[in-house]
C-alpha cells in the first residue's frame, strides 16, 4: 500500500488540506486599539499609475479612526500620474508628491522608490501600499491597532483580490492557495523563524522603528520581491511578523488579463519556487496532489483527493473573497503556476533579465 500511486496521491493532498485547515482557523482580521499619537504615513510608489493614483489617494483618505498621511513617490511616471496627485494635494493637505531621484545602480524601481517614501514619511506607522489597492475606510487603524496590540514589527495581508478575466482567474488565486495550503502557521507570528515568514508587497505596514534598525527596503535593495525579503528582513533582527485576513482590509486588481498576469509572476518567481533545488519538490508537490489524481480515476485514493484539493480550494476561495467561479479552474491554474516557475528558471539559466514598468533587471538569486 505504501508504494501505491493512488495512496500516494492522497497523502500528497492531506498535507495542504489539514494545513490549510489549521492556517484558515488561526487566520484573524486586524484589530485592536489605537494609541493616542500614532500617525500611519500611507506611502504610494507610483510609475504611470494615471489609471488608478485617484482611487487609490481617495480610498486612503477616506481612513478612520487614526490620523493619517498620503505620500505618492512619482517614479518616472511618462503619463498623467503627478498631475493627478498635485490636484488632489491642492485641496487636501494630508496628501503630499515626491519625486524619485534617478534609479541607482544596484536597485530595484520599487524598493528604491519604497526606501525614499520612508524617508519622506512623518509617521510612526509606514503602511506601504500599490497603486492599485483600495483600502476599506478602518484599514489602517486596525493594521496599526493590531501591529501594536501583537507587538508586531510588520503586519502584512494580502488584499481581496477582484478578478475580471479567465487569464487572471488561471493565476492570481494561486497567491492564496499557495500561502493557506503549504505554508506552516500561514505566516502567524508565533512562526518566528524566518523561513515561515510571509507578507504580500500590495500592502504592508511597518513599525517605524523596526523598519529603521532592519535596515528597510535599502537592506533587500535588489529584491523584486519585498512582501518574502522585508517579512524575513524584520525576523532575522528579532522583529515579529504576522500575516492577517485581508478580505475586510482592502481591494486589489493586480492584474487585467493573462498575458500581463504571466509576467507580473514571472518577475517574482526566481525569488520564490523556481529555483534548481525546489522547483522539482515543488512540481512534485503540486502536480502530485492536484492533478496527478485524475490520471488515477476511479481510485477511492484519488476521489478522496481530488475532494480535498477541492475543499481546501472552495474554503481558501469563500474565505478570501474571490470569484467562486475559479474553483473550477484550479486544475488548469496549478498548471499555469507551475509553467511560470519553469519559465522563470530557465530564463534565468539562460541569463535572460526580467522586465516591469520599463525597467530590466537580471533576475537575483533566490535563498
Known amino acids: 500500500m505504501t508504494f501505491d500511486p493512488a495512496w500516494i496521491a492522497l497523502l500528497l493532498a492531506v498535507f495542504p488540506a489539514v494545513n490549510g485547515v489549521i492556517n484558515l482557523f488561526l487566520l484573524r482580521a486586524p484589530t485592536g486599539p489605537v494609541p493616542a499619537g500614532t500617525l500611519v504615513s500611507i506611502l504610494v510608489p507610483a510609475r504611470d499609475e494615471a489609471a488608478n493614483i485617484a482611487d487609490c489617494i481617495e480610498a486612503a483618505l477616506a481612513q478612520t479612526g487614526v490620523a493619517i498621511e498620503v505620500v505618492v513617490m512619482d517614479d518616472g511616471s511618462t503619463d498623467g500620474t503627478p498631475d493627478i496627485?498635485?490636484?488632489?494635494?491642492?485641496?487636501?493637505?494630508?496628501?503630499?508628491?515626491?519625486?524619485?531621484?534617478?534609479?541607482?545602480?544596484?536597485?530595484?524601481?520599487?524598493?528604491?522608490?519604497?526606501?525614499?517614501?520612508?524617508?519622506a514619511a512623518r509617521g510612526t506607522h509606514f503602511l506601504f501600499i500599490d497603486a492599485d489597492v483600495r483600502l476599506l475606510p478602518g484599514a489602517a487603524a486596525?493594521?496599526?491597532?493590531?501591529?501594536?496590540?501583537?507587538?508586531?514589527g510588520l503586519v502584512s495581508t494580502v488584499p481581496r483580490q477582484h478578478i475580471g478575466t479567465l487569464g487572471e482567474g488561471l493565476t492570481v488565486p494561486m497567491i492564496n492557495l499557495l500561502l493557506v495550503g503549504y505554508l506552516p502557521g500561514g505566516g502567524r507570528a508565533f512562526t518566528r523563524h524566518p523561513g515561515f515568514a510571509a507578507g504580500c508587497g500590495q500592502l504592508m505596514m511597518l513599525e517605524r522603528g523596526a523598519?529603521?534598525?532592519?535596515?528597510?527596503?535599502?537592506?533587500?535593495?535588489?529584491?523584486?520581491?519585498?512582501?518574502?525579503?522585508?517579512?524575513?528582513?524584520?525576523?532575522?533582527?528579532?522583529?515579529?511578523?504576522?500575516?492577517?485576513?485581508?478580505?475586510?482590509?482592502?481591494?486589489?486588481?493586480?492584474?487585467?488579463?493573462?498575458?500581463?498576469?504571466?509576467?507580473?509572476?514571472?518577475?517574482?518567481?526566481?525569488e520564490g519556487m523556481a529555483t534548481p533545488v525546489g522547483l522539482p519538490v515543488w512540481?512534485?508537490?503540486?502536480?502530485?496532489?492536484?492533478?496527478?489524481?485524475?490520471?488515477?480515476?476511479?481510485?477511492?485514493?484519488?476521489?478522496?483527493?481530488?475532494?480535498?484539493?477541492?475543499?481546501?480550494?472552495?474554503?481558501?476561495?469563500?474565505?478570501?473573497?474571490?470569484?467562486?467561479?475559479?474553483?473550477?479552474?484550479?486544475?488548469?491554474?496549478?498548471?499555469?503556476?507551475?509553467?511560470i516557475q519553469w519559465t522563470a528558471l530557465a530564463r534565468f539559466l539562460m541569463g535572460r533579465k526580467e522586465g516591469w514598468k520599463g525597467r530590466a533587471y537580471a533576475a537575483p538569486e533566490a535563498p
Open 85 to 119: 496627485v498635485r490636484r488632489i494635494a491642492a485641496r487636501d493637505p494630508r496628501v503630499r508628491l515626491v519625486s524619485a531621484p534617478p534609479l541607482p545602480e544596484g536597485w530595484s524601481g520599487k524598493m528604491h522608490a519604497c526606501a525614499r517614501l520612508a524617508e
Open 142 to 152: 486596525g493594521l496599526a491597532g493590531h501591529a501594536v496590540r501583537r507587538q508586531l
Open 211 to 270: 523598519y529603521e534598525t532592519s535596515g528597510g527596503h535599502g537592506a533587500v535593495r535588489t529584491t523584486l520581491h519585498d512582501g518574502l525579503k522585508l517579512t524575513r528582513l524584520l525576523r532575522v533582527h528579532g522583529f515579529r511578523t504576522e500575516i492577517v485576513a485581508g478580505a475586510e482590509v482592502a481591494t486589489c486588481r493586480m492584474y487585467r488579463g493573462f498575458a500581463e498576469s504571466w509576467r507580473g509572476f514571472l518577475k517574482n518567481a526566481r
Open 283 to 339: 512540481s512534485v508537490v503540486l502536480a502530485g496532489a492536484h492533478l496527478w489524481p485524475f490520471f488515477l480515476l476511479p481510485d477511492m485514493q484519488a476521489v478522496m483527493a481530488l475532494a480535498l484539493v477541492f475543499a481546501l480550494r472552495a474554503a481558501i476561495t469563500l474565505r478570501s473573497g474571490e470569484p467562486a467561479w475559479t474553483i473550477v479552474l484550479h486544475p488548469a491554474a496549478v498548471i499555469v503556476a507551475l509553467a
